[in-house]
């Protein structure tokens, strides 16, 4: 499975922004798949994940200001974040796996795409 990001940039705190994650592969609709951020000089953590068949969960420092979902006939996962903060700044990561247990835990992902950036000023 190759995975593609997109959709980061630079906003100002309150505003929005769409990430994209584009799959490719034979069975890349039947992969778990999640987005996780990694700020300057921190550990990637962990934002929200989406199973194959729409299960969604998310991380307590996003819930109610970020939306997962994937469009299996495209072979694309999104990430809509709303409101915005400063320490939402960081390099957000698409990944994939095969099974939900463990979700969280980035060492559990077979498959990463190489990053988007998104940098939120106050």
């Known amino acids: 499975v190759q995975l593609q990001a997109s959709g980061g940039g630079l906003v100002q705190a309150g505003g929005s922004l769409r990430l994209s994650c584009a799959a490719s592969?034979?069975?890349?609709?039947?992969?778990?798949m999640g987005w996780f951020r990694q700020a300057p000089g921190k550990d990637r953590d962990f934002v929200a994940v989406?199973?194959?068949?729409?299960?969604?969960n998310n991380a307590d420092s996003v819930k109610g200001r970020f939306t997962i979902s994937r469009d299996n006939a495209k072979n694309t996962m999104y990430l809509e974040i709303t409101s915005l903060k400063p320490e939402d700044t960081g390099v957000y990561y698409c990944?994939?796996?095969?099974?939900?247990?463990?979700?969280?835990?980035?060492?559990?992902?077979?498959?990463w795409g190489q990053g988007t950036q998104v940098t939120v000023s106050s």
């Open positions: 989406v199973g194959s068949g729409g299960t969604t």
């Open positions: 990944a994939a796996r095969r099974y939900y247990q463990g979700h969280w835990l980035a060492t559990q992902y077979h498959y």
């Open positions: 592969g034979p069975t890349s609709s039947s992969y778990v």
